[in-house]
C-alpha cells in the first residue's frame, strides 16, 4: 500500500489549495479514504472522509463550507479543495486509506 500527497504550500489568508493523494496497491474504491491534519504542538485530527461507495463526505465543523473531498476511483485518487484558507488550516495533511499513511504535506496559511 502507498499513499503520496502532493499540492501543499504556502498562501496567504483566503487564497485556495488542492491537495492530491495518490494510492496504489490496494483496492482503492472498496476503502473509505480519509484526510488529517496535524498542526504543530497538536494531535492528529480529521478533517475530511469520503465514502467508497456513494462518495458520501464528512467533515470537519471548522472546514465545513470551505473544504470539499473528492475522489476518482478510475485514477485512485482523492483530493481535498481548500477555499478560503485560515492561519488556523495550517498544519501537516495526511492521506489516510486501507490503514496506511501517507508522508504527509505542509499546508502553511500566513499573511
Known amino acids: 500500500v502507498q499513499l503520496v500527497e502532493s499540492g501543499g504550500g504556502l498562501v496567504q489568508p483566503g487564497e485556495s489549495l488542492t491537495l492530491s493523494c495518490a494510492a496504489s496497491g490496494f483496492t482503492f474504491s472498496s476503502y473509505v479514504m480519509t484526510w488529517y491534519r496535524q498542526a504543530p504542538g497538536k494531535e492528529r485530527e480529521i478533517v475530511a472522509t469520503i465514502a467508497w461507495s456513494d462518495s458520501t463526505a464528512e467533515y470537519l465543523d471548522s472546514v465545513k463550507g470551505r473544504f470539499t473531498i473528492s475522489r476518482d476511483n478510475a485514477k485512485n485518487m482523492v483530493y481535498l479543495q481548500m477555499n478560503n484558507l485560515k492561519p488556523e488550516d495550517t498544519a501537516v495533511y495526511y492521506c489516510?486509506?486501507?490503514?496506511?499513511w501517507g508522508q504527509g504535506t505542509q499546508v502553511t496559511v500566513s499573511s
Open positions: 489516510h486509506g486501507r490503514g496506511s
